[in-house]
């Protein structure tokens, strides 16, 4: 009765896809970008770290790729998924390797660098799947992944954990990485603008009611908007209340 009443309430975020070839492509992802405060406080930690990147690299639970248009020529990218993820997060690809969740369909030692964005929160087995990310990555090689913090409850019923800081470096250490750095995105009066736009968002996605609600407290929203990225680049509040983390880890 529980997960039924809660798949009423189902609210799946709109999806994050890469720019493409087209203006419009790339002027959709530059509005993401700057709209949506998770992706712009994720890419302002993966942009760097890919930009450094060479030789292989694999992202694990690739969806559609939205970040492939950053990884360096002197990589060669590889994507893997969750075989379910149509059935269960409504996406597919055709450049991607798929996979029953268990163990990684590559041999140890296979990837100079690995990364995943947003998607262990959304593994249930966490303890097996970094052990798999663990064995795929050369002696040496390095792991990125974000995890949100403060997020709202989505993707029913595939979102199951949100991470502190000590759960990373614990969770990280158990499957064998060392050398781990858990870098937080955001802070306190970046989350409290952030939820206000959450709300702002989701009334967008309801009814007419909604999408009039939204129209109205629209300058409220931009306010809040400014707030957050102006707090993302001063570093300014407590970041023991943040938007999320941002991991890297070494085999």
Known sequence: MLMTELAKERFQPPPNKPPGKTLAGKVLFAVRSIADVQVASVLRDLKPWLAAKSGSLLEVGCGVQPYRHLVPETCHYTGLDWEQSEAGFSYRHADTVYYTGDTFPFGDASFD???????????????????????????????????????????????????????????????????????????????AAYKNLALSYRWLQGGLPGKIMAMISLPLALFCLAVCHLTLRLKVGSVDDCLGYSVVAQA
């Open 113 to 191: 660098s690995l990364f995943h964005t947003e998607v262990l929160e959304h593994v249930f087995d966490v303890g097996r799947f970094l052990r798999e990310c663990r064995r795929t990555l050369k002696p040496g090689g390095e792991m990125f992944f974000s995890v949100p913090f403060q997020a709202r409850y989505h993707y029913i019923p595939y979102d199951y954990y949100r991470y502190t800081p000590a759960a990373l470096a614990r969770l990280l250490a158990e499957a064998g990485f060392q050398k781990v750095s858990v870098v937080p995105r955001g802070n306190d009066i970046c989350v």
